[in-house]
Nanobody, 120 residues
């Protein structure tokens, strides 16, 4: 099994910055895609950003130019730098990875979520 531990959430004023990090551990042979989703109260979970093993990135339109995703393959970590935060970025943020853990196909794993609150 693979465990994901997120850190870096918290409260910040509009315009501020936060950096989320997620470390994957356990039975990991390799990781393909890594990403961050978020879910605000009363809304569906949505993709924020993702990054492939080759470094290709994908962002939700609402965060383009403000958020940056990165990964460290050697440490099995993925980070999300969030700048110019807005009230509407308030949500629980979840880390997710697709990892080969001994099978023929990668399995999808999720972190427990970390709260990000943007308010004045």
């Amino acid at each position: 099994q693979v465990q994901l531990v997120e850190s870096g959430g918290g409260s910040v004023q509009p315009g501020g910055s936060l950096r989320l990090s997620c470390v994957a551990s356990g039975r990991i042979f390799s990781i393909t895609n890594m990403g961050w989703y978020r879910q605000a109260p009363g809304k569906q979970r949505e993709l924020v950003a993702s990054i492939s093993s080759g470094g290709s990135t994908n962002y939700a339109d609402s965060v383009k130019g403000r958020f940056a995703i990165s990964r460290d393959g050697a440490r099995n970590t993925v980070s999300l730098q969030m700048n110019s935060l807005k009230v509407e970025d308030t949500a629980v943020y979840y880390c997710t990875v697709d990892a080969y853990d001994g099978g023929f196909h990668p399995n999808e794993y999720w972190g427990q979520g970390t709260q990000v609150t943007v308010s004045s």
